[in-house]
């Protein structure tokens, strides 16, 4: 297919920037919408030059309205100020943080695609993207892995959201004793009282991190 082929010329840094949710996603919009090739600033004007060559396309200048194309960076938590939200494992598209509920949290420098989105989220601004050791360079290699893990993360969160729906289905049909015991918890089952302590606890850790950010 057109759309996979283009796919596979993107940088598969799941950064969003192109206006889609994903590079897949810009890929089929260009390949099926005619959609500019040169939205993608990761990419720069290397990657435009592909795109033009592949459909055929006349060159266009990168579209600096999605972003400048800057070189490889990576995420590093400023680890004695994490909360232990979670917030940025939510918003990274490839699995690149490791940490739980409540503890430190710590980026896989290799597995980072600078895609910067789990900047936004962290609640203290203990996030900053720095450029890579040696001013290493995004290669094909890095993509095809970098995709890879953005590909089993849509598996594993599109298979939990249908195990979810199954749970609900099960609790609201009121035969809770099918559910599977290693099934995720669904969020049905979470009383107020637990949402309200898991607030306060997220509000208590932000007002220590604000402090101890603020201390001289
Ligand atoms: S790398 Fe970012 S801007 Fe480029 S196609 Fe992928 S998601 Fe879009
Ligand atoms: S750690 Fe941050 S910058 Fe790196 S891939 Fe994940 S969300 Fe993107
Ligand atoms: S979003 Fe920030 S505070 Fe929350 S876990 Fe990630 S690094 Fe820590």
């Given at each position: 297919m057109l759309a996979d082929r283009i796919n596979q010329l993107l940088p598969q840094t799941q950064c969003t920037k192109c206006g889609y949710q994903g590079c897949k996603p810009y890929a089929q919009a260009i390949a099926n919408d005619g959609v500019a090739i040169n939205r993608c600033p990761p990419g720069g004007d290397a990657g435009i030059e592909k795109l033009a060559q592949l459909l055929e396309l006349p060159l266009l200048k990168l579209d600096t309205t999605c972003g400048e194309h800057v070189p490889l960076q990576v995420a590093v938590i400023e680890e004695q100020f994490c909360?232990?939200?979670t917030l940025c494992i939510q918003a990274c598209p490839v699995d690149a943080i490791l940490g739980a509920n409540k503890f430190m949290h710590t980026v896989i420098a290799s597995d980072?695609?600078?895609?910067?989105?789990?900047?936004?989220?962290?609640p203290v601004d203990c996030i900053k993207m720095v450029p890579v050791e040696s001013a290493r360079l995004w290669t094909t290699a890095d993509a095809t892995q970098a995709r890879l893990r953005y590909e089993g993360r849509q598996a594993r969160i599109a298979e939990m959201t249908a195990t979810n729906i199954r749970n609900e289905a099960i609790v609201n049909s009121g035969?809770?004793?099918?559910?599977?015991?290693?099934s995720p918890r669904p969020d049905?089952?979470?009383?107020a009282s637990e949402k309200t302590d898991k607030q306060a606890a997220i509000a208590q850790a932000l007002a220590r991190a604000r402090a101890r950010r603020s201390a001289p």
């Open positions: 909360i232990g939200c980072c695609t600078g895609c910067d989105l789990c900047i936004a989220p962290c035969t809770e004793h099918c559910v599977e015991a290693d049905t089952n979470i009383s």
